[in-house]
């Protein structure tokens, strides 16, 4: 596609449960990034994968998050034993390469917005 | 720790006025900076962006300003529009780890 696509687009869930969001980044980009925007708050960093590096996690809030990008490309959320804080929108970026090409190359998906009931 | 800081999170303008968004980080080390614009249900996209190298960059209506001993960076928007309604973020990219860090948002509305 033309762009970073995202799924699903909303999500009910209930608390405890696991869930899973798909990033589907532009093709030919090695930088991808998620990001987690909570009602009221500003963008707040999870996980960036670059090229066949080891992911940077620093941004994972807890253990019952993680992600995981398979063959460079798609990459899956997933948020285990899902809590009512989790509750936000779920965003991905992508962009041709990290180091070197600034930070204007870096384009958003839609976002999925996750609502733990 | 919040490195990148955007104070206000709200600011009110009238139409064809002057917008001043302003933003504050913590780290010299920061080498490139950006404005972000995102509409309700959508993602954001890119406005503006500097290098540490300058202190300012127009384009059209929007100029960034970088103030690096002052660790600031503003975007004006002038004349502003009803369009220009949105939440703004500003960013800071870290050649080093390859990772963009934002602040919190600044909803600008811009009444008619």
């Known amino acids: ?117 | 720790d919040q490195q990148v800081k955007q104070n206000s999170p709200s600011l009110s303008v009238q139409e064809g006025r002057i917008s001043i968004l302003n933003c504050d980080y913590t780290n010299s080390m920061f080498d490139y900076f950006l404005w972000y614009k995102k509409y309700p249900a959508e993602g954001p996209t890119f406005l503006i962006s500097i290098s540490s190298i300058k202190d300012k960059n127009e384009d059209g209506r929007f100029t960034v300003f970088l103030n690096k001993s002052a660790k600031h960076l503003s975007l004006h928007i002038v004349p502003s529009q009803p369009g220009d309604s949105a939440v703004y973020f500003c960013a800071v990219f870290s050649g080093n780890t390859g990772k963009l860090i934002f602040g919190q948002g600044t909803t600008l509305q811009v009444k008619p």
């Open chain 1, 1 to 117: 596609g033309a762009g970073v696509s995202q799924s699903p687009s909303n999500k009910v869930t209930e608390k405890g449960k696991d869930v899973e969001l798909r990033c589907d980044p532009i093709s030919g980009h090695t930088a991808l990034y998620w990001y987690r925007q909570s009602l009221g708050q500003g963008l707040e960093f999870l996980i960036y994968f670059q090229g066949n590096s080891a992911p940077d996690k620093s941004g994972l809030p807890s253990d019952r998050f993680s992600a995981e990008r398979t063959g460079g490309s798609v990459s899956t959320l997933t948020i285990q034993r899902t809590q009512q804080e989790d509750s936000a929108v779920y965003l991905c970026a992508s962009s041709l390469g990290g180091q070197g090409l600034g930070g204007n190359t870096i384009y958003f998906g839609e976002g999925s917005w996750l609502t733990v009931v």
